[in-house]
């Protein structure tokens, strides 16, 4: 008999283990440990943190989700979804540490039933370019487009992409508390001030080059060598220093070339003024999609959605091709009020959304307007409004905003006929019958003898017609 080799633990381990590997978490959002915000511990986090596994329905009833170990039935067969958060594979008790997973997972399936794609937010954030885009419904670029779908970037080509690309080394400015910011100059700014001057010799170096070609194609010379730091004196570092100082734009445009800062707009006068500096300040505006809110964590699409864009038919079975997708219902959540929200918080294939802008029919007098305006506790379900959602971004906290406009009624009575509880197909209208006159109604009451009564009942009505046909005749009683 052949003797067994021997292998170690960890290869046996491995040997043994159909899932080789999860992804490390990634960290929470911050609002979920901050105790200035409102937060519910039911509520589902902005983002997954953990990776969230599946197996078929016949691994399930054995406990076999691929790991190293069964997990137990009672626990992972009472779920009608079969999907689990490993928090860790292996604890210091030997056991899976292990929870639900289907708050996200479904989450994610709800979110690609709308079929609607991931775009980038809009150049100008300000509200009115907001109402605007949502108000006209105007066509978004996509995330996945090629002059902005940028994962791995050339070192030199990155300055030049500034205003495209998504992905920095550097941190958001705008984002950062005055603590982080002082922290993060401590630790990564100042010990890279030797860097940074060698950064400004080898750009007046350049510039002096470019300066040197120029002037020897006028004059018909041999174009130089190309430019050597070295040959920079300090007198010039120092003058260039000077120069930078009374250039804001130039100064914020080398500073973020060398951290790689996230872009950022110009301050409004507002907050310049508040200031109180003699210092002419002029900065130009970026063109840049992230710089109003910054940009995201993640890719622009989160892997949410690989939709690139919407512009597909839906063939009905009876009505062929419509006109629009099929909408669907939102609850609403938060009611606006007057002065204080200006549109209402809604629920959306299980995110947050806000209610549509501009002159809708959810923003005029109506009862779609009024469940909007205030929240009935005696409605059964809640209040709820028909939306078509049109496209979604993800914003600098990697949460999923989407974008609504209010359904048609063509397009509501078509779903609700999908859903049952509509007949549109083939039902001929019933015509109400005309209401009769005070006379007629009367009339219907009255008995069908010689008397009639000008009241609506009779004593022939009520049986005793013979009694008083025999007063009449003056028979005795």
């Given at each position: 008999?052949?003797?067994?080799?021997?292998?170690?633990?960890?290869?046996?381990?491995?040997?043994?283990?159909?899932l080789?590997?999860?992804?490390r978490?990634?960290?929470?959002?911050?609002?979920?440990?901050?105790?200035?915000?409102?937060?519910?511990?039911?509520?589902?986090?902005?983002?997954?943190t953990?990776?969230?596994?599946?197996?078929?329905?016949?691994?399930?009833?054995?406990?076999?989700?691929g790991?190293?170990?069964?997990l137990?039935?009672?626990?992972?067969?009472?779920?009608?979804?079969?999907?689990?958060?490993?928090?860790?594979?292996?604890?210091?008790?030997?056991?899976?540490?292990?929870?639900?997973?289907?708050?996200?997972?479904?989450?994610?399936?709800?979110?690609?039933?709308?079929?609607?794609?991931?775009?980038?937010?809009?150049?100008?954030?300000?509200?009115?370019?907001?109402?605007?885009?949502?108000?006209?419904?105007?066509?978004?670029?996509?995330?996945?487009?090629?002059?902005?779908?940028?994962?791995?970037?050339?070192?030199?080509?990155?300055?030049?992409?500034?205003?495209?690309?998504?992905?920095?080394?550097?941190?958001?400015?705008?984002?950062?508390?005055?603590?982080?910011?002082?922290?993060?100059?401590?630790k990564?700014?100042?010990?890279?001030?030797?860097?940074?001057?060698?950064?400004?010799?080898?750009?007046?170096?350049?510039?002096?080059?470019?300066?040197?070609?120029?002037?020897?194609?006028?004059?018909?010379?041999?174009?130089?060598?190309?430019?050597?730091?070295?040959?920079?004196?300090?007198?010039?570092?120092?003058?260039y220093?000077?120069?930078?100082?009374?250039?804001?734009?130039?100064?914020?445009?080398?500073?973020?070339?060398?951290?790689?800062?996230?872009?950022?707009?110009?301050?409004?006068?507002?907050a310049?003024?508040?200031?109180?500096?003699?210092?002419?300040?002029?900065?130009?505006?970026?063109?840049?999609?992230?710089?109003?809110?910054?940009?995201?964590?993640?890719?622009?699409?989160a892997?949410i959605?690989?939709?690139?864009?919407?512009?597909?038919?839906?063939?009905?079975?009876?009505?062929?091709?419509?006109?629009?997708?099929?909408?669907?219902?939102?609850?609403?959540?938060?009611?606006?009020?007057?002065?204080?929200?200006?549109?209402?918080?809604?629920?959306?294939?299980?995110?947050?959304?806000?209610?549509?802008?501009?002159?809708?029919?959810?923003?005029?007098?109506?009862?779609?307007?009024?469940?909007?305006?205030?929240?009935?506790?005696?409605?059964?379900?809640?209040?709820?409004?028909w939306?078509?959602?049109?496209?979604?971004?993800?914003?600098?906290?990697?949460?999923?905003?989407?974008?609504?406009?209010?359904?048609?009624?063509?397009?509501?009575?078509?779903?609700?006929?999908?859903?049952?509880?509509?007949?549109?197909?083939?039902?001929?209208?019933?015509v109400?019958?005309?209401?009769?006159?005070?006379?007629?109604?009367?009339?219907?009451?009255?008995?069908?003898?010689?008397?009639r009564?000008?009241?609506?009942?009779?004593?022939?009505?009520?049986g005793?017609?013979?009694?008083?046909?025999r007063?009449?005749?003056?028979?005795?009683?």
């Open positions: 008999m052949a003797s067994v080799r021997s292998v170690s633990p960890g290869g046996a381990l491995l040997r043994s283990s159909r080789f590997s999860l992804p978490p990634i960290p929470p959002p911050p609002s979920a440990s901050s105790s200035t915000n409102r937060n519910s511990d039911t509520a589902t986090l902005g983002f997954p953990h990776q969230v596994i599946t197996t078929t329905s016949s691994s399930r009833k054995r406990g076999d989700w790991l190293k170990r069964p137990p039935l009672k626990s992972t067969t009472k779920s009608s979804n079969a999907m689990l958060r490993v928090r860790q594979i292996d604890s210091i008790e030997q056991v899976t540490d292990y929870t639900s997973g289907a708050d996200h997972g479904l989450s994610l399936r709800k979110f690609q039933e709308l079929h609607i794609p991931v775009t980038v937010p809009p150049t100008t954030l300000d509200s009115y370019s907001i109402r605007a885009t949502s108000r006209m419904n105007l066509p978004q670029q996509s995330a996945f487009e090629e002059e902005g779908d940028f994962t791995d970037i050339d070192p030199e080509k990155a300055a030049a992409m500034q205003d495209k690309r998504w992905k920095f080394t550097g941190p958001w400015l705008a984002g950062m508390s005055q603590g982080a910011f002082n922290k993060w100059l401590a990564n700014v100042k010990p890279r001030r030797p860097e940074f001057l060698q950064f400004l010799r080898t750009k007046i170096a350049q510039e002096n080059l470019e300066t040197a070609m120029l002037k020897a194609q006028e004059q018909g010379e041999t174009l130089p060598a190309t430019a050597d730091p070295s040959s920079v004196t300090d007198e010039q570092l120092t003058d220093l000077r120069k930078l100082r009374n250039d804001n734009q130039q100064l914020y445009e080398l500073v973020g070339h060398f951290l790689d800062l996230a872009p950022l707009n110009p301050p409004t006068s507002d310049l003024a508040q200031l109180n500096s003699t210092t002419h300040v002029t900065l130009t505006q970026s063109g840049s999609p992230y710089a109003d809110r910054g940009p995201p964590i993640t890719h622009p699409s892997g959605s690989y939709l690139k864009t919407s512009m597909y038919l839906d063939n009905h079975p009876l009505y062929g091709p419509q006109r629009a997708h099929a909408p669907m219902q939102a609850r609403v959540i938060n009611p606006r009020r007057s002065g204080i929200n200006v549109t209402a918080h809604i629920g959306v294939a299980g995110f947050v959304a806000d209610s549509p802008y501009g002159d809708t029919a959810s923003n005029s007098r109506g009862s779609m307007s009024r469940m909007l305006d205030r929240f009935d506790p005696e409605l059964k379900g809640g209040a709820k409004i939306v078509q959602p049109n496209s979604a971004n993800v914003d600098a906290k990697g949460r999923i905003r989407i974008n609504v406009s209010d359904a048609k009624e063509e397009d509501r009575l078509v779903a609700l006929e999908l859903l049952g509880e509509e007949k549109i197909f083939g039902e001929k209208k019933k109400e019958p005309r209401p009769s006159a005070a006379t007629e109604l009367r009339n219907s009451y009255r008995s069908s003898g010689t008397y009564s000008t009241r609506m009942s009779s004593s022939t009505g009520y005793i017609g013979s009694l008083e046909s007063y009449r005749q003056g028979a005795p009683a």
